[in-house]
């Protein structure tokens, strides 16, 4: 059954072809894809199950892909609209960051002095909660957060200001990933800038690194596949000496891991499968070299061997062959992996991966501090108590995946880290 016109992505669609000034016929001949697929999109009837897909529809329409995608996302009850109530400040904040680490004249700290230990913690609260996918909480934390640290920077010299330095970038690569997922990319790209100016202040190789990914994650974000690649390359190529030899330092090895997961991706969506699985081989073995309990909650990437196995899941779906990337990383746990979010991105790609007749089941948090419940696993058809639904359509997607009615919960629905509920009839 269609989805309603004000959900799907169809819609969208159709409005950016006809701004377009493109017919069906056009757009399908662009993507390789027949009238009547175009048609059944629009319709809602066709989920887009492809990234790449999306990308390409987006370019030839000239439309952004978060628009395209549906965002800003639409946090559930309260809590979405507080976390949109912060942006401004949030922008603000960020907007003096900038123009102090350009070393802009003239500039006055906004407060009195500021407890650095007071800000490690908050630092170390909002990175917490972007883990945990708490948007509201987060969007809440940084505006204070950054306005403080700007005053540190200006008042402080020494240890005190590379102290300072360093919890700006942190809190403005949280700020990054928060913004990316209430659906603001171009706020988003400040932050990453922001973070990119402490960590030139800092000369520090592991904290430009740090930023390379920030960057390669908006970028990718707003799809620029190329860009994503040429960030993370470059930042590998300074990384190396610190990843490599007998005094490699952890971090490093950490962060290239990381790195080569953002090229997998963007070869992925690319349509570039073995270089995607290139990508992947080289980051597994900078896991399986940390070793099995390592997973980088310092750095904000998380990367280990469970998150290998998460971005190993989409490279799959993505390029065509997902039991290779499910497979790929073997004698992982995914529950054991320290954040919410990566949890979910997995269950997701799993479910885009099951066959036809596979089911969701199972429940968990939902992110985005909606209070709402996610599914958990994929129930194959053979399995007790199976019924048959839709497959799964594709992340970022914009489609949904129908599961189960719960008896408390009613009938959940899942769309990119964002999960909604409706009733059960």
Same mark, same amino acid.
């Given at each position: 059954?269609?989805?309603? &016109?004000?959900?799907?992505?169809?819609?969208?669609?159709?409005?950016?072809?006809?701004? +377009?000034?493109? &017919?069906?016929?056009? /757009?399908?001949?662009?993507?390789?894809?027949?009238?009547?697929?175009?048609?059944?999109?629009?319709?809602?009837?066709?989920?887009?199950?492809?990234?790449?897909?999306?990308?390409?529809?987006?370019?030839?329409?000239?439309?952004?892909?978060?628009?395209?995608?549906?965002?800003?996302?639409?946090?559930? #009850?309260?809590?979405?609209?507080?976390?949109?109530?912060?942006?401004?400040?949030?922008?603000?904040? /960020?907007?003096?960051?900038?123009?102090?680490?350009?070393?802009?004249?003239?500039?006055?700290?906004?407060?009195?002095?500021?407890?650095?230990?007071?800000?490690?913690?908050?630092?170390?609260?909002?990175?917490?909660?972007?883990?945990?996918?708490?948007? =509201?909480?987060?969007?809440?934390?940084?505006?204070?957060?950054?306005?403080?640290?700007?005053?540190?920077?200006?008042?402080?010299?020494?240890? *005190?200001?590379?102290?300072?330095?360093?919890?700006?970038?942190?809190?403005?690569?949280?700020?990054?990933?928060?913004?990316?997922?209430?659906?603001?990319?171009?706020?988003?790209?400040?932050?990453?800038?922001? +973070?990119?100016?402490?960590?030139?202040?800092?000369?520090?190789?592991?904290?430009?690194?740090?930023?390379?990914?920030?960057?390669?994650?908006?970028?990718?974000?707003?799809?620029?596949?190329?860009?994503?690649?040429?960030?993370?390359?470059?930042?590998?190529?300074?990384?190396? =000496?610190?990843? &490599?030899?007998?005094?490699?330092?952890?971090?490093?090895?950490? !962060?290239?891991?990381?790195?080569? !997961?953002? @090229?997998?991706?963007?070869?992925?969506?690319?349509?570039?499968?073995?270089?995607?699985?290139?990508?992947?081989?080289?980051?597994?073995?900078?896991?399986?070299?940390?070793?099995?309990?390592?997973?980088?909650?310092? #750095?904000? &990437?998380?990367?280990?061997?469970?998150?290998?196995?998460?971005?190993?899941?989409?490279?799959?779906?993505?390029?065509?062959?997902?039991?290779?990337?499910?497979?790929?990383?073997?004698?992982?746990?995914?529950?054991?992996?320290?954040?919410?979010?990566?949890?979910?991105?997995?269950?997701?790609?799993?479910?885009?991966?099951?066959?036809?007749?596979?089911?969701?089941?199972?429940?968990?948090?939902?992110?985005?501090? @909606?209070?709402?419940?996610?599914?958990?696993?994929?129930?194959?058809?053979? *399995?007790?108590?199976?019924?048959?639904?839709?497959?799964?359509?594709?992340?970022?997607?914009?489609?949904?995946?129908?599961?189960?009615?719960?008896?408390?919960?009613?009938?959940?629905?899942?769309?990119?880290?964002? /999960?909604?509920?409706?009733?059960?009839?």
């Amino acid at each position: 059954m269609p989805l309603s &016109t004000d959900e799907h992505i169809g819609t969208r669609v159709q409005i950016a072809r006809n701004a +377009a000034g493109l &017919t069906q016929v056009e /757009l399908a001949d662009f993507l390789a894809r027949s009238e009547s697929w175009v048609a059944n999109v629009e319709s809602g009837r066709q989920p887009l199950d492809r990234y790449s897909v999306i990308t390409a529809i987006a370019d030839r329409c000239d439309v952004d892909v978060v628009w395209l995608l549906g965002q800003p996302y639409r946090l559930q #009850r309260s809590g979405g609209n507080l976390a949109h109530a912060h942006i401004p400040a949030l922008r603000t904040g /960020l907007r003096r960051a900038g123009l102090i680490l350009s070393g802009h004249p003239g500039l006055s700290p906004q407060g009195g002095p500021v407890d650095l230990a007071a800000m490690r913690e908050k630092t170390r609260q909002a990175s917490v909660a972007r883990q945990a996918a708490n948007l =509201p909480k987060v969007a809440t934390l940084l505006p204070p957060l950054v306005e403080d640290l700007n005053t540190a920077v200006l008042t402080t010299d020494g240890v *005190e200001r590379e102290e300072a330095l360093h919890l700006l970038a942190d809190a403005a690569r949280t700020a990054r990933m928060c913004l990316n997922q209430l659906g603001y990319p171009d706020l988003a790209w400040s932050a990453a800038e922001v +973070a990119a100016g402490a960590a030139t202040a800092l000369d520090d190789p592991v904290v430009k690194a740090a930023v390379a990914w920030d960057r390669c994650g908006a970028l990718l974000h707003q799809a620029s596949l190329r860009e994503t690649i040429a960030v993370a390359d470059a930042a590998l190529r300074d990384l190396e =000496p610190h990843a &490599t030899g007998r005094g490699r330092d952890q971090a490093a090895v950490s !962060l290239r891991g990381a790195l080569h !997961l953002r @090229c997998s991706i963007a070869h992925a969506r690319g349509g570039q499968g073995d270089d995607a699985w290139a990508r992947i081989d080289a980051a597994l073995q900078d896991a399986d070299q940390l070793g099995p309990e390592w997973y980088d909650l310092e #750095r904000h &990437t998380v990367f280990g061997r469970g998150t290998v196995a998460v971005h190993a899941a989409e490279a799959g779906v993505e390029v065509d062959q997902p039991d290779a990337g499910l497979k790929k990383v073997p004698r992982v746990d995914i529950s054991e992996i320290p954040s919410k979010e990566r949890r979910t991105h997995f269950r997701i790609d799993e479910a885009r991966a099951a066959p036809d007749g596979a089911e969701l089941v199972g429940r968990g948090q939902a992110p985005g501090g @909606c209070g709402r419940r996610a599914v958990l696993r994929v129930r194959r058809p053979d *399995e007790p108590g199976s019924r048959v639904r839709p497959r799964a359509c594709g992340r970022p997607v914009p489609g949904r995946i129908p599961v189960r009615p719960h008896p408390e919960h009613g009938t959940r629905e899942v769309t990119p880290l964002l /999960l909604r509920t409706v009733d059960a009839p």
